[in-house]
């Protein structure tokens, strides 16, 4: 649709105004094309005709719905009084602060503390997407710190405007929500120093002017620096263009810088008292601009605070100090007198006070600095020449050196701020906040007004670059066509400044000639650029000024620059240095001859290199009014500074291509009203907006197709909305005719039936006045006498019929009822005598009814007590059971020993492996010696014989005195020591023998040696057969040791069998007696012939024929049969299962008869064995190192004598618990205890073994024959450790033994226990309801328990808080046993357990709660046991019972409730940040009440829309979130209590969150949102119910909420409204109140706005209210947590240990 169109009746426009800028006007006719005047009404009801030209028509007014958006662009009429407009509406009526401009946010200064800063502020906004809330400085801050995290990239914010539009606290804030959101991890608090470097940059760089209090004299570009965590981890500042002046000067009502007024201030304190200063007003550097104070600022204070924040970043009291020093000297400077001396000259008092404490305080040369003062040096390339100073010039240079002095402090106090905030590490990316100046034009600008505007024309420049970059972006993504947009650009200004021989050139050349002159550089700018550049201009009247056309503005400015300009002073400063902290004045040299301009022109060039390293966001500053007054929206003003500062032009940018961009979703949902039924049929919403917009907009230019959005020209959202607002205004219409129509006709139905009823009584009231005459009251009269005697007539007449009627009918009765009582009388006599026969039948029965009665009672007593005993018998069972389990933990630990026992024999194993190698090599070098003795063989063979002859009788002599030795160490350990020691003399005599005879006999061992070898490979040969028949005899031995086991088995089978028939004979008999007794008892009480005399014939068949006294005696004998058929089946299943035991032994005794064969056939081959043994041991007695390889045995032997009696310890332990257990558990004590013989024999045989070889070693002492026996050593070497392998092979049989002995008396367990169901009555254990434990045990209790036990699927199937009654058993335990140490080393390893629990899962919901619950239940049975009478009344005398004896425990009861609350708290925590994420989806944006709510435009910050939108959260999440909770709290077993507490916090949550939410965002501020929070209140009061939770008091939680929802849909017009809302919304805060008033955001046109005045009454009356100015609820606030007592209603003795939680180790006492 054409622009022009729209110009019609009713619409709007704006038109310019003198004082307001823009001023609105109604179009009172419309236009058409050509017409010159446009017929307009004012706002105040004037009439005009305004001029216009066709081609510039006058801006449209955008619809009130579009007005007060959050985003500039979201304007359909893009255009300044637009933008004035909206800012103006949202400021001066919202009270709202910020606003978005694209990607530029608008601040502007309220000049009033506002309280929406505070850090919950702060979390809201952390997080968020940048168009879900309401603009603010901190989603810009977010934003910036989102995409660093995101993108890994850097990040600028630019935050400009001019002096007093409140850069400096925002960008404070930028800086502090940095600070917030990404705490450092180390302790260094970077944070806090980065925001501690505020303050002093503050007090030494802002001043007050005459625009603002605190107005920042530099630009400063803070770096916050980041590491990979995205934490600050250091900063860097970088400062821009110092106000030097300031010091030196101050126009009327400003001041110097803060410091100096501090410093003044804290003159009086002691340690400033040798700084020797006074008052501001005595010093002419704080004293010109005649205001030395702010109203409402503290200098004292503000001094103290700039103290502290020097401490906090690490400078020391030397450096404050020295600053302080150089700061005081500077303002001693300012007040040095120079007197002039003639015209020519200059000089300064040597006496002067000042000039004496500046060069003390610099420590300084008096004399010197008062002549440089006065004289200048000029050097040249011949002399150097010394020329004085005028007066003017003199105070001039002292007013350079002032700041001079002061630029290098401001300098070197940022360095310092830089070094603290440093990083010693590499940062990962940065942020950089960028606090600067914006374009600044006064009535005398000077040279800094020309830097920052030559600051601004670059950054406008790069900003241009970024929007162009930005749509560019969006356009190719949305892949619409790309067009050039004309667009302002201000290269040719900043080439004007800054190219070659441009004005600062020209400047800089200028400054650095000796006789450089503002004239001359003005005549070379005039020569330069006059009528040849068109942005410079020279005034009209002025030789002294010229004018640049900036972006913003034109720009008019003097010329005396030189002052501000300058190249280095003169050469006096070369005489300054101060020392240690203070900076150091460098005489000029050729570096540092660089002017102000040029130095400026190389840091603004960094800085954008920098800025264009980043990605930008802007922040611009808008100062509202010149007078600070709160709220005051100064049009002229603001419409400059907009100008001024870019956003307008980018405005401008945006309305020239496509402004207004929506998604298809929000298109469909706003304008789905304008749609006809056959567009809406189709599925696809992309397609039914395109055919839409091309019916409703018929040139397709007007808007754009993109994959996403659908971009509009300026105006066309407009026109939709007029088209909107039509076609519901035509509906509005029809609704109200139709109910117009209605009421109409009711009340002319009303009326007419009205009329009627009227009518009808008025014609009565005729009618009875006309009828009323003389004539008819006489006839009236007559007729009434006749009537009277007519009647009377009538009714006498027929009184007289009913009389006769009655006497006929009375003589008929009579005579009947005396008939009837004559036969009556016949009847009863009759009667009498069947009453006679009767009552006595009836006694009869009745008697024999009673009886019968309680013969049932008998037989039903009999049978309960026969149930009882089964009963028990099951109880019994239930108690063989818990044995089994037992008995399984008890197999477990000894597993676990004999695996302990298996590490130890592959230890031993691998140390025979080692022994065998040591072998083997001295086997090889023994072979190598027999080769190189080969030689000497033929030499010695004669002497062989006679050697062979006497080692004969020898070794014959030494069996004989081995054997006897043998014999004597079986019989006494005595006599085989007197037998040693005789051997020992013995060999002792022979030895010095063989001394003598070896000499001669040397030659005769060589040739043995061959033999030796022989007898060797024989050796060796028998050794392997020797151990393959021990390994079959072991075998054999072990199955032999089975045969009297499996025969003591049998034997047990049998007699059990045996009791077991005699038990079910003996009751069959018992049963059969007692029903033979019933029977006679039965018989003996009827008395058939006394029964039959009585009754007449009559009588019986009565009695057959009811069966009565038949029934019951049959019922007896079905009661009698259905018994014998239970106990026949119970016979029939006991003989099965003794068939088949007896199946089972006839088995085992074919195992014993084939193993008895098989034993006696070894027998026979281990006697062989044995004799070969017996010959093999006679030739080691040759064996000289025997005692060594003795020892080792010993070594070996006395390990495993260890661990056999650690293993037959263990055995007796198990034995011990065995002891205790009833008959059918003695099959596996007996099978420990021949286990614990065969131990103890393998002992013996061990010992046996090495007594024998003690007795070889001791009777074997012969040196002369050492080489020749080695080898045999080794063989019986081998055969110990073959030995040592018999006994590793013989402990693992043991264990399958153990093992097969065990199942077997599992079997016969179950066997026995379905033998006892009816017979066997075992004896039942009487539990105490405590764990017996060891004390090594208790890590295993808290891994079992604590650690490993996972609630999942284990809850299910246990009473609630098991563990914790299981610990308080093993509590009970030590309690019992009266040891201390135990008591609270089990109590400490279990919290600690606990606490390692929680921590391990501390995001676990599940763990928290289970382990919450069961520490809850913990504490409850320290209290409920613990003795106290306030918590033994709740127990029942058997709890009582079991109350702790020994110990008070109330210290533990503090030490689990400080546990318990830390759990609570982290249970919680878990629990608010797994649904924190759903509240605002959820509860705000999701419409659970489909099709009320309509989207707005949004602009180019797009909100998040729950549309559509499958992955977003819904009401039907949380609650569903909430039950899960609720059903893991329960399953868990929580206590109820403590389950509300829980809710109530949940709910508190929702509520503050969603309030939150809702009051920084103005889009949900509307009627239908209020609707919609009820709606979704009202399913959270539902779930409440359903839960049984309403007295949690959780729904008052969700007042707040409530109250706002309701503030939203009431209506805010009149005082009576306001009164109600004051009355109801007593649980908000004023601050809330007034912003939720002030955000209210109609949706249609129809919908009125809060106007001011009624948010002042409302605020009016809420003055009185005394409640905190906070705007937001604390989400991190948390209820006192309060843990009730409830006693445990389980007792301990009931309490049994679930398999699944392995703690088979623990015992029930």
């Known amino acids: 649709m054409a622009l022009a169109e729209l110009y019609t009746q009713y619409n709007r426009v704006w038109i310019p105004d003198s004082e307001e800028v823009w001023q609105s006007a109604e179009i009172t006719k419309d236009y058409k094309a050509g017409d010159r005047f446009l017929h307009v009404q004012l706002e105040d009801g004037t009439e005009l005709n305004y001029p216009v030209d066709p081609s510039a028509l006058p801006p449209l007014r955008n619809p009130d719905i579009l007005v007060g958006e959050n985003d500039l662009t979201a304007l359909s009429y893009l255009h300044e009084p637009a933008v004035l407009h909206n800012l103006k509406v949202r400021f001066v009526e919202s009270r709202l602060i910020y606003t978005y401009s694209g990607i530029i946010l608008v601040a502007i200064n309220p000049y009033k503390q506002l309280p929406i800063y505070g850090d919950a502020i702060i979390h809201a906004y952390s997080g968020q997407n940048m168009g879900d809330m309401d603009p603010h400085i901190f989603a810009v801050a977010e934003e910036a710190y989102k995409q660093m995290a995101r993108n890994s990239k850097n990040q600028s914010i630019i935050v400009s405007g001019e002096s007093g539009a409140g850069k400096t606290v925002s960008a404070r804030y930028t800086m502090r929500y940095f600070a917030t959101v990404s705490k450092s991890s180390s302790n260094a608090h970077v944070e806090d120093k980065v925001l501690a470097s505020n303050p002093i940059t503050e007090a030494v760089g802002n001043a007050k002017t005459t625009r603002n209090d605190n107005s920042s004299r530099f630009g400063k570009y803070t770096e916050i620096s980041f590491d990979p965590s995205y934490r600050i981890i250091g900063a860097n500042m970088r400062t821009y263009l110092l106000e030097k002046s300031r010091v030196v000067f101050q126009s009327e009502n400003e001041r110097n810088y803060h410091i100096f007024y501090q410093l003044c201030a804290s003159a009086m304190q002691p340690e400033f008292k040798h700084l020797k200063l ?19 600022v503290d200098d004292r204070a503000n001094m103290i605070e700039t103290q502290k924040t020097f401490a906090l970043l690490g400078l020391k009291e030397d450096f404050q100090m020295d600053v302080f020093k150089t700061l005081a000297a500077i303002l001693h400077l300012g007040n040095l007198e120079i007197t002039a001396v003639g015209d020519e000259r200059s000089s300064v008092n040597l006496e002067d006070n000042h000039l004496n404490i500046f060069c003390e305080l610099l420590e300084l040369n008096s004399d010197k600095m008062a002549q440089w003062l006065c004289h200048r040096k000029i050097i040249t390339t011949s002399e150097t020449v010394i020329k004085p100073m005028t007066k003017p010039q003199a105070l001039n240079a002292r007013d350079a050196l002032a700041k001079k002095i002061y630029s290098h402090l401001f300098d070197f106090i940022v360095e310092r701020i830089n070094q603290a905030l440093q990083y010693s590490g590499k940062q990962h990316t940065f942020i950089g906040v960028l606090d600067i100046y914006g374009f600044e034009t006064f009535d005398v600008n000077s040279f800094e007004q020309f830097c920052i505007n030559y600051a601004n024309e670059k950054l406008q420049q790069q900003f241009n670059l970024h929007v162009f970059k930005l749509e560019q972006e969006e356009y190719m993504k949305e892949d619409i066509p790309w067009t050039l947009i004309d667009f302002y650009d201000n290269q040719p200004v900043i080439d004007l400044i800054e190219a070659k021989m441009g004005i600062l050139e020209l400047l800089d050349e200028e400054c650095l000639l000796p006789h450089g002159t503002d004239e001359n550089w003005l005549q070379k700018l005039y020569n330069n650029f006059v009528n040849k550049n068109t942005l410079f201009e020279k005034p009209r009247m002025s030789n002294t000024s010229f004018i640049i056309q900036h972006f913003a503005d034109k720009f008019h400015l003097c010329a005396s620059f030189f002052q501000d300009n300058p190249a280095p002073i003169s050469p006096f400063s070369s005489t300054i240095s101060i020392k240690s902290a203070r900076p150091v004045l460098k005489s000029p040299n050729k570096q540092l001859r660089m002017t102000v301009g040029s130095k400026f022109r190389s840091s603004l060039s960094l800085l954008m290199e920098t800025l264009n390293a980043t990605t930008p966001h802007y922040v611009r500053c808008i100062k509202p009014n010149d007078e600070k007054q709160p709220f005051e929206f100064d049009s002229k003003r603001v419409a400059q500074q907009l100008r001024a500062c870019g956003v307008l032009e980018t405005i401008r940018i945006s309305a020239q291509s496509y402004p207004s961009r929506w998604t298809y979703i929000e298109f469909f949902s706003r304008y789905s009203i304008l749609m006809t039924q056959q567009e809406l049929s189709f599925n696809d919403k992309k397609q039914i907006c395109k055919i839409v917009l091309q019916r409703l907009i018929q040139d397709p230019n007007q808007y754009q197709f993109g994959r996403t959005k659908i971009f509009f020209r300026a105006g066309q959202v407009a026109y939709l909305e007029k088209l909107r607002s039509d076609k519901l205004r035509h509906a509005c219409i029809v609704i109200q005719k139709s109910v117009r129509g209605w009421l109409q006709r009711r009340r002319f139905l009303r009326m007419k039936q009205a009329a009627v009823t009227i009518q009808q009584y008025c014609r009565g009231q005729r009618a009875v006045r006309q009828a009323i005459t003389a004539q008819a009251l006489k006839q009236t009269w007559a007729a009434i006498i006749i009537q009277k005697y007519c009647r009377g007539y009538l009714v006498r007449k027929l009184c007289q019929l009913i009389q006769v009627a009655a006497v006929t009918i009375q003589a008929y009765t009579r005579g009947f009822l005396a008939r009837k009582k004559y036969r009556k009388m016949l009847e009863e006599h009759k009667a009498v005598i069947l009453q006679k026969y009767a009552r006595a039948w009836l006694a009869r029965r009745r008697f024999q009814n009673i009886r019968r009665f309680v013969l049932n009672i008998q037989l039903s007593y009999r049978v309960q007590r026969l149930q009882k005993k089964i009963e028990e018998q099951s109880k019994e069972n239930h108690g063989l059971l818990e044995r089994l389990t037992n008995l399984a933990s008890t197999h477990m630990n000894d597993l676990d020993t004999i695996q302990k026992l298996e590490s130890d024999l592959e230890k031993l194993a691998a140390q025979k492996r080692t022994y065998e190698e040591k072998g083997k090599k001295y086997k090889e070098d023994s072979e190598q010696k027999i080769l190189k003795l ?293 099959t596996l004590r007996r099978t420990n205890e021949i286990q614990n013989e065969m131990d103890i024999k393998e002992k013996g045989r061990l010992n046996v073994i090495t007594q024998e070889m003690e007795g070889l070693s001791n009777g074997l002492k012969q040196d002369e024959i050492q080489a020749e026996v080695k080898s045999k050593m080794k063989q019986e070497t081998t055969r110990l450790t073959v030995e040592n392998m018999d006994l590793e092979e013989e402990l693992d049989m043991k264990d399958r033994i153990i093992k097969k002995l065990e199942d077997q008396i599992k079997t016969l367990t179950k066997t026995i226990e379905k033998g006892n169901e009816v017979s066997v009555s075992a004896l039942s254990k009487e539990y105490i309801g405590m764990m017996e434990y060891k004390r090594e045990d208790e890590e295993r209790i808290v891994q079992n328990l604590i650690l490993d036990l996972k609630p999942r699927g284990v809850v299910v199937n246990m009473i609630p808080g098991l563990p914790a009654h299981i610990l308080f058993m093993c509590v009970r335990y030590a309690d019992y046993l009266n040891d201390a140490d135990m008591l609270k080393s089990f109590i400490n390893v279990t919290i600690d357990g606990i606490k390692q629990a929680v921590k391990g899962n501390s995001e676990d919901f599940e763990m928290l709660s289970f382990w919450l619950s069961n520490t809850y239940y913990f504490l409850n049975c320290l209290k409920q046991y613990s003795g106290e009478e306030e918590f033994m009344k709740y127990n029942t005398p058997r709890q009582n019972k079991n109350c702790l004896k020994h110990f008070d425990l109330s210290e533990y009861r503090q030490v689990l409730s400080d546990l318990a609350i830390r759990i609570y708290h982290q249970f919680i925590l878990v629990m608010e940040n797994n649904i924190q994420h759903m509240i605002v989806p959820g509860m705000l944006e999701y419409e659970s009440l489909q099709g009320i709510s309509g989207l707005k435009p949004t602009g180019f910050r797009k909100r998040s829309s729950s549309i559509d939108d499958t992955d977003t959260y819904t009401m039907t999440s949380i609650l569903q979130q909430l039950s899960y909770f609720y059903s893991t709290m329960c399953q868990n077993g929580l206590d109820s209590e403590l389950l509300k507490q829980a809710v109530k916090q949940l709910f508190f949550l929702i509520g503050a969150v969603t309030l939150n939410s809702l009051l920084l965002r103005k889009d949900m501020c509307s009627c239908r949102k209020g609707m919609q929070i009820r709606c979704n209140i009202s399913y959270l009061e539902e779930w409440l119910k359903d839960k049984n939770l309403q007295s949690s008091n959780a729904k008052e939680t969700l007042e707040p909420l409530s109250q706002a929802a309701w503030l939203l849909q009431v209506k805010k017009i009149t005082d009576d409204d306001a009164k109600e809302i004051c009355e109801h919304c007593t649980s908000l805060s004023t601050v809330q109140i007034v912003k939720i008033l002030n955000s209210y955001t109609p949706i249609d046109d129809f919908e009125k706005r809060v106007t001011p005045s009624f948010v002042r009454k409302v605020q009016a009356m809420l003055n009185n209210r005394e409640d905190g100015p906070q705007l937001m609820l604390d989400t991190k606030y948390h209820f006192q947590v309060t843990f009730p007592f409830t006693p445990s209603p389980h007792d301990l003795e009931m309490i049994q240990v679930p398999s699944s939680f392995k703690l088979g180790f623990l015992t029930r006492v």
Do not use: C
Request: proline share 1%; aromatic share 4%; no cysteine.
């Open 278 to 296: 006074g008052s501001a007003e005595e010093f002419n550097y704080t004293r010109m601009g005649g205001s030395t104070t702010i109203e409402g």
């Open 934 to 1226: 080969e030689s000497q063989i033929k030499e010695l063979r004669e002497q062989k014989e006679t050697l062979e002859v006497k080692l004969q009788k020898k070794t014959e002599e030494m069996k004989e005195k081995m054997d006897d030795l043998t014999k004597q160490l079986f019989d006494d350990v005595r006599k085989e020591e007197s037998q040693r020691m005789i051997l020992e003399k013995n060999f002792q005599s022979q030895k010095q023998d063989y001394e003598k005879e070896i000499e001669s006999l040397k030659g005769e061992i060589k040739v043995l040696r061959e033999e030796k070898t022989q007898l060797q490979q024989q050796m060796q040969q028998e050794i392997a057969i020797q151990d393959d028949l021990k390994i079959e005899v072991g075998q054999l031995t072990k199955q032999v040791q089975k045969i009297p086991e499996l025969q003591k088995e049998i034997e047990l089978l049998q007699t059990q069998k045996l009791d077991v028939e005699k038990q079910a004979q003996s009751q069959k008999r018992e049963m059969r007696e007692k029903m033979s007794e019933v029977t006679k008892q039965l018989l003996e009480s009827y008395d058939f012939e006394d029964v039959r005399s009585r009754l007449s014939t009559e009588d019986l068949e009565h009695l057959n024929e009811d069966g009565e006294l038949w029934f019951a005696y049959e019922g007896l004998k079905k009661a009698t049969r259905v018994l014998e058929s239970h106990f026949q089946s119970q016979k029939e299943n006991y003989e099965k299962e003794i068939e088949g035991l007896n199946l089972k032994v006839e088995h085992l005794s074919q195992d014993i008869n084939h193993l008895q064969k098989l034993f006696r056939e070894e027998n026979d081959i281990n006697d062989g064995i044995r004799l070969e043994v017996s010959r093999l041991t006679s030739e080691n007695l040759v064996i000289p190192d025997l005692k060594q390889q003795v020892s080792e045995l010993e070594n070996q032997k006395l390990d495993l004598e260890n661990r056999l009696q650690e293993q037959t310890a263990k055995l007796k332990e198990m034995s011990n618990r065995l002891h205790h257990e009833p008959e059918g558990d003695r």
